[in-house]
């Protein structure tokens, strides 16, 4: 059994903490929002009054924050768990992040001879739920092996990707091209509907021809066609507009940062934009397919 502090206790880190419970380990939760520690603690997890009072003699550290910023605060900047835990603990980001941020947490680990690993997730609230998660995974080999049996229990997929940082890379390259199929299968049906095709024969080629992709065959936009897909239940997430449009930023900051040329990804980008400015950035992101349809020219 391992003593875990669980930093961030939202839609994600609720079920993951509440997974690491469940498999027996003395997990010490704290979230910014009361509630929150609240919702975790009626599924085990020890409500702690900091974030460094969770962690504490821990040996391990998860946070599960919303963006690079708040992970550089804990971390780093303000609450500096990187400063105060010592080298026997083993720190693992888990929030999607910029490749900025990522850096930076793992220079101060360095500085503070602290193990850490980057390790964000694919999978969504349902996979957090389910424990199906997969994680990649950056860092010093022998720390992420060490951190394997949690991966493992909170989800059923572990990809090493790399050295520090290589896990943020890999997933932000991943969602940038799930958000241009989305927008590239979008178009192709809106396409087929304006000809006049019938939309399960669009179907039918598309998900067993060389158009074939998670974002037909799995996240089908138009309903009827795929029966757990969020189309079918209004766009009901699954996973947000809101969220695809964040890590589409990522993406161009990663471009920025490295010099890569991703025309497709900004173009995809700037659509999410327009859709979470225009419509509902809470609905799946395959909605977009309403405003692909109404954006028709001439
Ligand atoms: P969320 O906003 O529901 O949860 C984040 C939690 O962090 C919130 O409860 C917030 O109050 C807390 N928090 C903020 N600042 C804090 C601080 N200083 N100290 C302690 N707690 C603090 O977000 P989420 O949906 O759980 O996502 C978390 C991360 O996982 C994000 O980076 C997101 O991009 C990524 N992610 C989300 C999904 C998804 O489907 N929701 C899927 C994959 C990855």
Redesign the pocket.
């Known amino acids: 059994m391992a003593r875990i502090a669980f930093?961030?206790?939202?839609?994600?880190?609720?079920p993951m903490s509440a997974n690491l419970v469940k498999a027996g380990h003395e997990v010490r939760g704290?979230?910014?929002?009361e509630s929150?520690i609240e919702d975790a603690a009626r599924r085990g997890v020890l409500p702690a009054a900091s974030?460094r009072e969770a962690a504490e003699g821990a040996d391990f550290v998860f946070t599960?924050?919303?963006?690079g910023r708040?992970v550089r605060?804990?971390l780093v900047d303000?609450?500096r768990i990187l400063d105060f835990v010592g080298d026997r603990t083993i720190v693992v980001d888990?929030?999607?992040?910029d490749l900025e941020s990522t850096d930076y947490i793992h220079k101060a680990a360095v500085k503070h001879g602290v193990a850490l690993v980057d390790s964000?997730?694919?999978?969504?609230?349902s996979?957090?739920e389910a424990a199906t998660l997969t994680f990649m995974a950056g860092g010093d080999p022998a720390a992420i092996d060490r951190a394997e049996p949690l991966f493992t229990v909170m989800g059923r997929k572990l990809v090493r990707a790399g050295g520090p940082s290589a896990g943020q890379a890999v997933k932000v390259c991943n969602n940038m091209l799930l958000g241009i199929s989305m927008v590239g299968a979008c178009e192709a049906l809106a396409l087929g509907e304006a000809a006049g095709v019938d939309r399960q024969v669009l179907f039918d080629v598309m998900s067993t021809s060389t158009g074939s992709c998670w974002s037909i065959n799995h996240n089908c936009p138009i309903p009827g066609m795929v029966p757990t897909a969020p189309a079918n239940n209004d766009y009901q997430?699954g996973?947000?507009a809101r969220?695809m449009l964040?890590?589409l930023s990522l993406a161009r900051e990663a471009a920025l940062k490295t010099g890569a040329a991703t025309p497709l990804g900004e173009h995809a980008r700037a659509l999410y934009e327009k859709f979470c400015e225009e419509r509902d950035s809470e609905l799946d992101f395959s909605a977009v397919i309403g405003m692909l349809r109404d954006m028709r020219q001439g």
């Open positions: 930093i961030g206790l939202g839609n994600m880190g609720k704290h979230d910014i929002v929150k974030n599960m924050l919303p963006t708040e605060e804990v303000v609450d888990s929030s999607t992040t964000p997730v694919s999978g969504g609230m996979g957090a997430p996973f947000t969220l964040k890590d």
